[in-house]
């Protein structure tokens, strides 16, 4: 084992890993450290993003990406023993947070060596990874298979010199497993070094040029980057084959092929990803609620909220061609019985979901995702319209709230006077008490919009046997909107361009891996006014990835 190791160590020192890869300006200022601001929304660093040449493969990007180099039938499932990905934002894909430690080296190696032994030792498996038109001539079949296993590993053609140093690395396996046949054993081998060379584990984004503060990317790393932010995995034999031609740096060369994987099944599944960590959908699995306050709750709902989610965006953006106005105020989702029951929708339902309208007669606060029962229930309770609140200062409208303070006093209780939740929040953080300059101004006000809604997102008009009060004003980057309820704070919220600008900026934070900075604030605005102007959510992520933001990176990235 030992002596196999020191082999396969040697082989990716040689075949371009210096030990420094990933570990450059992650963590540095890439510019002035202060936020720039625009008209609504700041770039989280100063005017170029701290970043890398390097950006290492989530966890989840690993699997995707070994399923499809091995063209396996399903995910290994061997990253849940990895040492778990961290994240630093809404999104798992920001750089800065994707180092290599000792400990996950080892498990890549360890998952390196368990793969390319079940490959090689299972017939049907090798047959499906080797291409089916191998030539005869035993020195040409092994060259063929590292051309061919390597172009889709690193992502990218192989230089003559890489070849030749892929092949002596084969015709080493034979040596470490005398128990195979040569053949079957260089794969073994080859397999090893691939799945634990820095261009299988990293995106390679090293340029082909600078000019100013920016470095043009090759027509490879373009593929590499589209692929992986739009189906989250490695680039499949067309996008590489129209990269090996040179045809992926235009801006319509760009847009056509991420028109193509849009309407691929995997970048449906894209499109759950980004949503579901920008409003953090896992909340609803988490979910507990007390049946005996919640008579409707069951044990399966979080998931069932989780599934009205995703089948609502997913409608919104792929069937209506939608934009992000649709997506905070369409009159409809998707539901069974159970669900239906807790909306008090009528009509006829059962444990298949299907769409359902909301009557603005008998549903007036109902429509979009915040009004779904999903988020209403996962920021319930006593606090729940100020959780609602920061929720959406956060990652709605991009508010720049400071932190909260260290030590919070609790919610006062009711002392024997009855009185609702929005009463003893404002008791306790309103106007005229300390918490007055962030509460009053900017969270309690949009959480209060909700107060309609319970702990389980039901529609209520009184709370203690007092009339519920859902309104408020609340001060927008464009100026003060008074509202009453939800559905008035939802159309005031799709109507203003800082929602639009802060929906934007989250998509260039997605698509780019990183923080957003200065640099980045044109493009999003640019991007934030087609949104107001109701351009498509699929049409803004393909003028999003043609932009040249998209097939350049950050000079000072190492």
Request: glycine letters at 10%; hydrophobic letters at 35%.
């Given at each position: 084992?030992?002596?196999?190791?020191?082999?396969?160590?040697?082989?990716?020192?040689?075949?371009?890993?210096?030990?420094?890869?990933?570990?450059?300006?992650?963590?540095?200022?890439?510019?002035?450290?202060?936020?720039?601001?625009?008209?609504?929304?700041?770039?989280?660093?100063?005017?170029?993003?701290?970043?890398?040449?390097?950006?290492?493969?989530?966890?989840?990007q690993w699997e995707n990406s070994v399923r499809d180099l091995l063209r396996l039938e399903a995910l290994p499932n061997l990253s849940g023993s990895f040492e778990p990905d961290t994240r630093i934002s809404f999104f798992d894909n920001n750089s800065r947070a994707l180092r290599v430690s000792t400990d996950l080296w080892d498990d890549y190696q360890g998952a390196a060596e368990t793969l390319a032994a079940a490959t090689t030792t299972d017939i049907v498996a090798l047959a499906r990874l080797l291409p089916s038109d191998l030539p005869g001539d035993p020195a040409e079949r092994v060259r063929a298979v590292v051309?061919?296993?390597?172009?889709?590993?690193?992502?990218?053609?192989?230089?003559?010199?890489?070849?030749?140093?892929?092949?002596?690395?084969?015709?080493r396996g034979v040596t470490h497993f005398p128990e195979m046949n040569s053949f079957d054993a260089g794969v073994r081998m080859l397999l090893e070094v691939f799945l634990q060379s820095p261009h299988f584990l990293y995106r390679m984004e090293i340029g082909q040029g600078q000019s100013g503060d920016t470095v043009q990317l090759s027509d490879f790393e373009i593929a590499s980057r589209l692929s992986y932010m739009l189906w989250n995995t490695m680039p499949d034999d067309a996008l590489l084959t129209e990269a090996e031609r040179g045809s992926l740096h235009t801006e319509d060369q760009v847009a056509a092929q991420a028109a193509r994987l849009l309407d691929d099944p995997r970048g449906q599944a894209m499109l759950e990803r980004f949503h579901s960590q920008l409003f953090n959908w896992d909340l609803y699995r988490d979910m507990s609620k007390d049946p005996t306050t919640f008579p409707l709750y069951y044990n399966e709902i979080g998931n069932d909220m989780y599934d009205e989610a995703r089948r609502f965006v997913e409608h919104v953006i792929l069937r209506e061609q939608g934009d992000l106005s649709e997506l905070l105020t369409a009159p409809y989702t998707f539901v069974n019985s159970e669900l239906a029951a807790i909306y008090g929708l009528e009509g006829s339902f059962d444990e298949s979901f299907s769409q359902a309208s909301f009557d603005p007669m008998e549903h007036p606060q109902r429509g979009g995702l915040l009004t779904q029962l999903g988020f209403l229930a996962s920021h319930g309770g006593l606090t729940g319209s100020v959780h609602r609140g920061v929720?959406?200062?956060?990652?709605?409208?991009?508010?720049?709230?400071?932190?909260?303070?260290?030590?919070?006093?609790?919610?006062?209780?009711?002392?024997?006077?009855?009185?609702?939740s929005r009463e003893r929040i404002e008791l306790h953080t309103?106007?005229?008490?300390?918490?007055?300059?962030?509460?009053?101004t900017f969270i309690n006000p949009v959480g209060f919009a909700f107060e309609s809604f319970d702990g389980l997102g039901q529609y209520r008009t009184e709370e203690m046997g007092l009339p519920?009060?859902?309104?408020?004003?609340?001060?927008?980057?464009?100026?003060?909107?008074?509202?009453?309820g939800a559905s008035e704070f939802n159309d005031a919220v799709a109507a203003r361009v800082q929602t639009h600008d802060c929906y934007t900026k989250h998509w260039?934070?997605?698509?780019?891996?990183?923080?957003?900075?200065?640099?980045?604030?044109?493009?999003?605005?640019?991007?934030?006014?087609?949104?107001?102007?109701?351009?498509?959510?699929?049409?803004?992520?393909?003028?999003?990835?043609?932009?040249?933001?998209?097939?350049?990176?950050?000079?000072e990235g190492s």
């Amino acid at each position: 084992m030992r002596t196999r190791w020191t082999a396969v160590c040697s082989a990716i020192v040689l075949l371009g890993c210096d030990g420094t890869i990933g570990e450059g300006n992650l963590g540095g200022d890439g510019g002035t450290s202060a936020p720039r601001c625009g008209r609504s929304v700041c770039g989280a660093t100063g005017e170029l993003a701290a970043g890398t040449a390097f950006p290492r493969l989530t966890h989840a990007q690993w699997e995707n990406s070994v399923r499809d180099l091995l063209r396996l039938e399903a995910l290994p499932n061997l990253s849940g023993s990895f040492e778990p990905d961290t994240r630093i934002s809404f999104f798992d894909n920001n750089s800065r947070a994707l180092r290599v430690s000792t400990d996950l080296w080892d498990d890549y190696q360890g998952a390196a060596e368990t793969l390319a032994a079940a490959t090689t030792t299972d017939i049907v498996a090798l047959a499906r990874l080797l291409p089916s038109d191998l030539p005869g001539d035993p020195a040409e079949r092994v060259r063929a298979v590292v051309r061919d296993v390597g172009r889709r590993a690193y992502r990218r053609s192989l230089s003559d010199a890489e070849t030749d140093a892929h092949v002596a690395v084969f015709e080493r396996g034979v040596t470490h497993f005398p128990e195979m046949n040569s053949f079957d054993a260089g794969v073994r081998m080859l397999l090893e070094v691939f799945l634990q060379s820095p261009h299988f584990l990293y995106r390679m984004e090293i340029g082909q040029g600078q000019s100013g503060d920016t470095v043009q990317l090759s027509d490879f790393e373009i593929a590499s980057r589209l692929s992986y932010m739009l189906w989250n995995t490695m680039p499949d034999d067309a996008l590489l084959t129209e990269a090996e031609r040179g045809s992926l740096h235009t801006e319509d060369q760009v847009a056509a092929q991420a028109a193509r994987l849009l309407d691929d099944p995997r970048g449906q599944a894209m499109l759950e990803r980004f949503h579901s960590q920008l409003f953090n959908w896992d909340l609803y699995r988490d979910m507990s609620k007390d049946p005996t306050t919640f008579p409707l709750y069951y044990n399966e709902i979080g998931n069932d909220m989780y599934d009205e989610a995703r089948r609502f965006v997913e409608h919104v953006i792929l069937r209506e061609q939608g934009d992000l106005s649709e997506l905070l105020t369409a009159p409809y989702t998707f539901v069974n019985s159970e669900l239906a029951a807790i909306y008090g929708l009528e009509g006829s339902f059962d444990e298949s979901f299907s769409q359902a309208s909301f009557d603005p007669m008998e549903h007036p606060q109902r429509g979009g995702l915040l009004t779904q029962l999903g988020f209403l229930a996962s920021h319930g309770g006593l606090t729940g319209s100020v959780h609602r609140g920061v929720f959406i200062n956060h990652r709605v409208l991009c508010t720049e709230l400071p932190p909260p303070p260290d030590a919070i006093p609790p919610i006062p209780s009711d002392s024997g006077m009855t009185m609702t939740s929005r009463e003893r929040i404002e008791l306790h953080t309103g106007l005229g008490t300390c918490g007055a300059s962030c509460h009053g101004t900017f969270i309690n006000p949009v959480g209060f919009a909700f107060e309609s809604f319970d702990g389980l997102g039901q529609y209520r008009t009184e709370e203690m046997g007092l009339p519920i009060d859902a309104s408020a004003m609340f001060e927008f980057a464009d100026g003060p909107v008074e509202f009453d309820g939800a559905s008035e704070f939802n159309d005031a919220v799709a109507a203003r361009v800082q929602t639009h600008d802060c929906y934007t900026k989250h998509w260039v934070e997605y698509a780019l891996g990183r923080d957003t900075a200065g640099s980045d604030l044109d493009l999003i605005q640019t991007l934030g006014d087609g949104s107001l102007d109701g351009l498509s959510i699929k049409q803004l992520i393909i003028e999003l990835v043609q932009s040249e933001s998209f097939r350049v990176r950050n000079a000072e990235g190492s």
